[in-house]
């Protein structure tokens, strides 16, 4: 009997955490997947190491990975125990040894043993990236510390994102640009469209030209293309009619595009789209785990 595969999490906003897929790379990967609606994991080559038994579930950041049983989240460490009960409302993944959770429809941070470390104040709560997390606390936005003190309240801009690289992505009504920790800005707000910097480069628009940016803001890598998204592990996912491969920082096709959606890699795998299903390849293109088995 043929089984429906599902990645459950798949595109990740602006706000998540960026550093994570670096930090899952060092570690032994596993890899988020769902057999008849449960969650499980598989390892790089397509095995399955914990049994598909979750409601739904997160990756694994720094040893941890959320798992949702009933109603509630927990997280389970690489074994598949659960190590912090199912209790909350919102789990984000663990970042410098904290995550942001929700509680009592407030967020804050416990550490890796589910212990309050800055208690729940918060309208919204993001992983800490840079040594520092965005929180929201009505409509006043503010980046804080380890420590829950708050270090920076930016008073440029009207939407904001997560620091990465030393930098963090703001826009105002003339466009995208990024600030420095002191709330300055660093690169002009001259972009229709930025994405936050990975191993050194930001992809950026401007009109109808596209490319990657370095720290100093100049374009270092034009490439033709609908859209693209972070560098990681040394490739990126592109668009180019209609279709998602993956270039080289030469800007070179490596991965012909061929898949209705692509992520970028960790771990050795990344996430495809292949007629509406998902699965994982290595960065030879092969599919790893099928979108459908």
């Known amino acids: 009997m043929k089984r429906r595969i599902v990645i459950l999490i798949f595109l990740v906003p602006l706000t998540a955490c960026y550093g994570c897929g670096k930090k899952e790379a060092e570690e032994k990967s596993l890899f988020l997947v769902a057999v008849e609606g449960k969650a499980g994991y598989i390892d790089s080559k397509g095995k399955i190491v914990i049994q598909p038994q979750f409601d739904n579930a997160n990756a694994f ?32 993944p663990f970042s410098e040894g904290l995550a942001s959770v929700e509680m009592g429809n407030k967020m804050g941070y ?15 709560a993001t992983t ?27 008073k440029i801009g009207f939407r904001f994102h997560s620091y990465s690289e030393g930098l ?6 003339s466009g995208w640009g990024f600030i420095d920790k002191t709330g300055q800005i660093a690169i ?35 490439v033709r293309c609908e859209f693209a998204r972070n560098f990681s592990e040394g490739l990126a996912p592109v668009k180019m009619d209609g279709k998602w491969g993956y270039i080289d920082k030469t800007g070179e096709i490596v ?29 030879r293109g092969e599919i790893v785990w099928e979108p459908s088995l």
Do not use: H
Request: aromatic fraction near 12%; charge should be negative.
């Open 188 to 222: 002009d707000p001259k972009f229709s469209f930025a994405g936050p910097f990975s191993e050194g480069l930001a992809f950026v628009r401007i009109e109808d030209e596209m490319g990657y940016i370095d720290k100093t803001g100049e374009i270092v890598l034009k």
């Open 255 to 283: 991965i012909e595009p061929q898949f209705g959606d692509a992520e970028p890699f960790s771990g050795g795998l990344a996430a495809i789209r292949i007629g509406g299903e998902l699965g994982y390849i290595n960065k």
């Open 110 to 124: 416990i550490n890796k043993k589910g212990k309050w470390v800055i208690e729940p104040s918060f309208d919204y």
């Open 168 to 173: 963090a992505l703001v826009e105002i009504p």
């Open 61 to 92: 950041s720094e040893g941890l990975a959320a798992a949702r049983i009933g109603f509630n989240w927990g997280y389970i460490n690489k074994r598949g125990q659960v190590v912090i009960q199912p209790k909350f409302a919102i789990t984000l």
């Open 128 to 154: 800490f990236s840079d040594g520092l997390a965005l929180v929201r606390i009505g409509e006043k936005w503010s980046y804080i510390d380890r420590t829950g003190e708050t270090v920076l309240e930016p």
